[in-house]
């Protein structure tokens, strides 16, 4: 047993030491200072180049602190109004609002099934439009969760079919202009198709896309009718490790490199944001600017029961309890990015947490254990609720 328990701890020793991974569960925060001081403490441990975080509380944006940097190469400081990040899967509750505010309209129902949108989808049973946005389409739909990104991207079509115009153009005009959001829009970067068919695992996941696909890239900006230069411009680059990129590509070790982000805007992922964008947009929702009160109680609702100790998930929200409060999260993951937004409904309270490489979420199997707990930013900012801090 002692044997046992020392590999243990040798085990976690290393994991902390050389992969970065460390515990932030006996820290004290309870004032904005600690949180600043822990967060660039995180950035620092996870090597992430750049973070952008951001606190909004009943209609303001409290606080908002940019840490490292946007570029390196440039050295070029991240600024949490104006530095944009990839958002990876946080674009989901964007796409959920759009879903929901088509239901709102009457232009769409919950229960349509996702066939009368073109979208194949064999099981023994029709896949409706609430099974995509909770994750519950496989197998039985409705019946079960697993986070599936390819299938909640099916959504596409449905908001395509139900407006008869770009997906694109609809979250833009719905709720970019609407919020004058003017550091969010589609990935405004062209991917280098070449240099991802290098590396073997993109290859082997089918990542690397086809020029057909970066033309659909170049075609989603454009109907979102926004400038691809100025949001260009402030864009974070992503970072990933420089050494076994080929092998995997957030690489393995070593010191970090930039990295192309290679997802255009569908409804899974392929948005950027600036951290006070997605804190803006976090507070429409909580304002009814975006969305009927009960709508949104619905997608901060269990879509349905499920096993103990498996993760509760509403429409494109994780779902949770926390000491008393339930929280409505999602992260984002991709090779070079990283992201969180985490809020308490009752208190109109949202965190927000943006990284360019996947140190925020690398390892933490956010999507697999849907507990936020795992994820440190989160960590920090719930002690700092938990101290009584209240804005």
Partial sequence: MAGVIL???SAALISTRCLGEPDVTHVDVST?????????NLRERLDIPGLSAAIAVRGDIVWAHGFGWADLERHVPVDPDNTS???ASVTKPYTATVVLQLVDEGRLRLDAPVSDFGIDMPRNAPVRVWHLLSHTSGGTPGTAFH????????????VERATGRPFAAELTDRIVRKLALRHTGPNPREVNRAGCRAQVVLRLLDLCGTEQQAESS??????SGLDRASLDADVATGYARRWGRQLWPAGLFGPMRPEQHLTSLFASAGLVASANDVARFSMAL?????????TLARAFTPAITPPVG???FGLAWFVQDYEGRSLAWH??????SSSLVLKIPRDRVTFVALANSDGLSRRRRLGDHGNVLASPAAVLFLKLIASGWSG
């Fill in 7 to 9: 590999f243990a701890s």
């Fill in 32 to 40: 904005l200072g600690d949180l600043e001081r822990e967060l660039e």
């Fill in 85 to 87: 990040f990839h958002l």
């Fill in 147 to 158: 986070y599936d990104a390819r299938a909640f991207g099916s959504l596409t079509a449905v």
């Fill in 218 to 223: 170049r075609a989603a900006f454009a109907a």
């Fill in 286 to 294: 909580d304002d009814g600017r975006l969305l009927k009160d009960s």
């Fill in 310 to 312: 498996k993760p509760t």
């Fill in 331 to 336: 992260f984002g993951q991709t090779f070079e």
